[in-house]
């Protein structure tokens, strides 16, 4: 039976105000995430002597653990060249805004990570309502396990691939009449960043199974491109990293275990997908 004029502007109506609905929903969400991120940058801010001479200052000082520990391991494998005594460079400020700017930058960032968890929780409350009660079954501990790869990666990031990168780039010298003075900023952004990319790069299986589940990749696509795959993680490596082949190689072998991982996981999404269509 035909609809009337009326009958049609009230379902009009409706999916108007559904999505005006939608639309409140995800800004009461993001004004949650938003106040997370601002209490941990507030805390942050507070909490400036660990925040920098510990946390941000800690991976230019010869003590640092990473350090420590490749000093160990030079002397069980008799090798004296792993042990870093010397990271070879001072910073310095040259603006006269540019500690309190760096202060603000670097409260924010460790804000965004300390509110990660639950700005990854309200992403999902958001996501969920969407999904069907088999669905969410079916991603149930998604946001543990996302917050799980993000702070491996970060931490990856801060206690490897920094102290590695530092090293090399604070003693690399053209000359031995040029001395390194780093700008307070140029070492923030690439202590920051580095590790902020390292935690990103670690949610590959996360990104995975989604793919896997919307058909968009599979186990057996994977692993047919498995080379070409190698080649993206070297580049992707590459490019994080700075230029040396030690830090290279410490971002590629954990990529490409995640890619690896990556591949099982899709594999089962894919075991599971013929089972339903089966049944």
Known sequence: MPLDQGE?????????MSFL??????????????????????????????????LIFGPKQPDFWT?????????????????????????SNISMSGQFTQHLYVAF?????????????EVWR?????????????????????????????????????????????????SEQVSNEINLESYIDFVATLTLATGAVFELPVVAFFLAKLGIMSAAFMQKYRRQAVLVILIISAVVTPPDATSMILMTVP?????????????????????????
């Open 21 to 54: 609905d939608h639309i409140d929903d995800l800004r009461k969400h993001l004004f949650r995430a938003v106040v997370a991120i601002l209490v941990g940058t507030i805390v942050a801010f507070i909490q400036k002597s660990f925040l920098f001479d510990t």
């Open 67 to 91: 350090y420590r520990f490749f000093c160990k391991l030079a002397t069980l494998v008799n090798s004296p060249d792993l042990c870093i005594k010397d990271i070879g460079f001072v910073v």
């Open 126 to 174: 958001f996501i969920k309502p969407a999904l069907k009660k088999s669905e969410q079954k079916k991603v149930r501990g998604v946001v543990f396990f996302c917050t799980i790869l993000f702070f491996t990666g970060v931490l990856f990031g801060y206690y490897f691939l920094t102290p590695v990168s530092l090293s090399f780039l604070g003693t690399y010298r053209v």
């Open 109 to 121: 960032v460790a804000g965004l990570i300390l509110a990660s968890p639950f700005v990854l929780w």
């Open 255 to 279: 990529l490409y275990g995640l890619f690896e991982l990556s591949i099982l996981i899709a594999h089962r999404v894919d075991k599971q997908r013929k089972k339903e269509q089966q049944a």
């Open 8 to 16: 049609i502007n009230e379902l009009y109506d409706a999916k108007e």
